[in-house]
């Protein structure tokens, strides 16, 4: 069994930053890819970003790109995603997820997932 444990999220002000932790652990197999992801309540789930654990490639989505910085400890095994410039619009529920695919933006390629941060911007 795979465990995934996100932290750092919270309540911050329009034009904040906030840095996301997500821990994980237990059964291993390769670990490609790991990314984030974020979703709000009647909205699709959301890419943010992604990074390929032992290349250190990121991707990122067009909307975060310039503000968020998705990074990862490979010792701690824990990945980490640095948030500049809150938008309001960005009040979600923060995932990180672990996929064998190299890099991809799409959910349904990750296997595992944690139970997710709330992040809550104000304006």
């Known amino acids: 069994q795979v465990h995934l444990v996100e932290s750092g999220g919270g309540l911050v002000q329009a034009g904040g930053s906030l840095r996301l932790s997500c821990a994980h652990s237990?059964?291993?197999?390769?670990?490609?890819?790991m990314g984030w992801f974020r979703q709000a309540p009647v909205k699709e789930r959301e890419f943010v970003a992604a990074?390929?654990?032992?290349?250190?490639?990121?991707v990122y989505a067009d909307s975060v790109k310039g503000r968020f910085t998705i990074s990862r400890d490979s010792p701690k095994n824990t990945l980490y995603l640095q948030m500049n410039d809150l938008k309001v619009r960005e009040t979600d529920v923060y995932y990180c997820?672990?996929?064998?695919?190299?890099?991809?933006?799409?959910?349904?390629?990750?296997?595992?997932w944690g139970q997710g941060t709330k992040v809550a911007i104000s304006s």
């Open positions: 990074i390929s654990w032992i290349l250190y490639n990121t």
């Open positions: 237990g059964r291993r197999f390769s670990t490609t890819t």
């Open positions: 997820a672990k996929s064998r695919v190299t890099l991809s933006i799409v959910g349904a390629r990750y296997d595992y």
